[in-house]
């Protein structure tokens, strides 16, 4: 729906000219913007600090102030032997208990350790307080430990998936730069250039002609080629279409022959990668910046400029991009290209990094307040 949106609404008529030298700079300029996001800094899953440390205080002390017929349950049977693993004993599984029981039996683990230097007891300040009192305490401190437990549960049964939320958006960042198999520049190949582009045998089949059809391009770098790889022959390789710093071209259009030297030469003067860490918003104006460049005409979009009957790569003809609209299908090509489509996912699990790591200072917070309330119940007696 986003790129929809954008294909739809940022479009700009401009009439067709003649083609010059440095026409494309400004297109050029908004699609390096995208290529070079995967090498960026990225945002990184936010510290639980002190989370898992405070919810351990608070089963320990709630372990303190539990009845003895309760710590029985997680007693070693014998000296230097391990201490019980959940059972139901052929009762139906208590699915909390079961959840919890690990934690009730660190805490025990813990406990036994500091029994002599009663740690735990004067961190509580509860040293010669009755058994009631005790009672009085554990009850005031069951609504706390539930409300700890069930933050600590919201900040680990999404760790996983959390962890892997920038590592799939760098992954999507790189599909729409190169697509699948491709995870560095270094990696492009003459070979995977077109079969991640729908194996076009020609410059006029890859980027597309007057018929209007539409591209077969399905990645950054294969339109960064359309747009700015002049035809070998076309003074040379030396029309500069997009930056005067671009090595001469070497591609020809029959066979696209030295196509990937040519991409990798234009993505390499592509300028560097921002050192802010990307955002979702930086995605998604890097790719209404590039769709902002289409000029609408009957039957079909074009980036950039067409001269005669195809995006041949030559100074006659045109350095560019056709996407055919005339049918459904042919703006379903644009509104849901795959450079385009993977952009606005990589975007979206950016924005879910950040809504994540927003959660996870919360909850860490609240944890801490909890263990604070948890130690300060004596003055309540």
Sequence with gaps: ?????????????????????????????????????????????????????????ILKLNATLSDDTWRKKFEKPHEGQERPKYSNKGENVDEIRKLRWDGWTKAEDE???????????????????????????????????????????????????????????????LEAAYSQGVTQLSELTLDNLK?????????????????????????????????????????????????DDIPAAQSTHADLANADTDTTAIINTCPDSPSMEITASEILTSLAAFLGRGTPKQGKIIFCQLASQGCAGQSSSGLCIVYKTAAKAGTTALTAA??????VEAAELIAEQKRRNNKITKTTSRLADLREQAFNLQPQL
Excluded at 338 to 343: P, R
């Design 1 to 57: 729906m986003l790129l929809t949106f954008a294909a739809t609404v940022v479009l700009i008529r401009r009439p067709v000219r003649s083609i010059n030298a440095g026409d494309n700079g400004n297109l050029f300029l908004d699609l390096c913007a995208p290529v070079a996001l995967p090498s960026s800094k990225t945002p990184e899953l936010a510290s639980k600090g002190t989370a898992d440390a405070d919810f351990q205080e």
């Design 111 to 173: 406990l036994d350790k500091e029994k002599e230097s009663k740690t735990m007891i004067k961190k509580a300040a509860i040293d010669g307080i009755s058994e009631h009192e005790k009672g009085q305490l554990s009850a005031l401190l069951q609504p706390i430990a539930e409300e700890d437990a069930a933050a600590i549960l919201q900040l680990t049964s999404g760790a996983s998936a959390d962890s892997k939320l920038t590592e799939n958006a760098v992954k999507k960042l």
């Design 195 to 243: 079969a991640n582009n729908g194996n076009p045998g020609t410059r006029t089949l890859f980027c597309v002609a007057d018929t209007p059809e539409t591209t077969k391009a399905k990645t950054l770098a294969a339109l960064l080629y359309c747009i700015c790889a002049a035809e070998s022959t076309d003074g040379s390789g030396n029309f500069k279409e997009c930056a």
């Design 338 to 343: 795959a450079w385009g489509t993977k952009l």
